[in-house]
């Protein structure tokens, strides 16, 4: 049987420490263990994972680098809350995408800051989710491990093994011998 988790990294843009670091585990190992929020983010959303989940989980590791926003900027965290509000039903996704928006032109404003990180994080949760925990680790390269870590905890907080699992097993059993050609190919049961 392959191994999925290596298909998965090396045919949906895996990077090359991922795929080292995973070598023979499987996803439940790699899920379970994986040092980093980033990979972890990635594989959620390549896995399609209801953006609603995968939102909360960015939400949170956002919100690790709000003590570096200039005072008075709130612009990240109004596109943070907002979020918040479409996961609760209490907003649209036009909605969180202007609020999103905002976010991205402060930080065309404002580039090179710690802050601006923030700003380009929130922006980012619906395009880039696996980007928000670098965007957080260049903050402070010196506690960047540290930061990877807590945004995969956060991360498995949000989007637990039982989330991910029904999906591997579809993947599994599409085609048990041979990799899929891509993984949105699949099709995968709500």
């Known amino acids: 049987m392959i191994r999925l988790p290596e298909y998965t990294l090396k045919h949906g ?12 585990k499987s996803y439940r190992d790699a899920y379970e263990t994986c ?11 390549e896995l399609k994972i209801d953006l609603r989940k995968i939102a909360l989980a960015a939400c949170e590791c956002i919100e690790l680098g709000y003590k570096f926003l200039p005072d008075g900027e709130y612009r990240a965290r109004i596109a943070v809350e907002t979020w918040r509000a479409w996961v ?8 969180v995408r202007s609020a999103a928006d ?17 700003l380009l994080a929130s922006w980012a949760i619906d395009k880039f989710p696996h ?6 680790s260049g903050i402070d390269p010196e506690k960047s491990t540290d930061i990877m870590r807590q945004c995969a905890d956060i991360v498995r907080k949000h989007i637990t093994w039982g989330d991910i699992e029904p999906l591997v097993t579809t993947i599994e059993k599409a085609q048990p011998d041979t990799p899929p050609e891509n993984l949105y190919d699949l099709d995968f049961e709500e």
Not at 131 to 136: N, V
């Open 131 to 136: 980007a928000i925990p670098k965007y957080l």
């Open 13 to 24: 843009g895996g990077c090359d420490p991922a795929i080292k670091w995973l070598g023979g």
């Open 35 to 45: 040092p980093r929020g980033d990979w972890l983010l990635w594989l959620v959303h």
């Open 88 to 95: 609760r039903g209490e907003a649209t996704l036009e909605e």
């Open 102 to 118: 905002a976010a991205h032109a402060a930080f065309q404003e404002g580039r090179r800051t710690p802050g601006s990180r923030i």
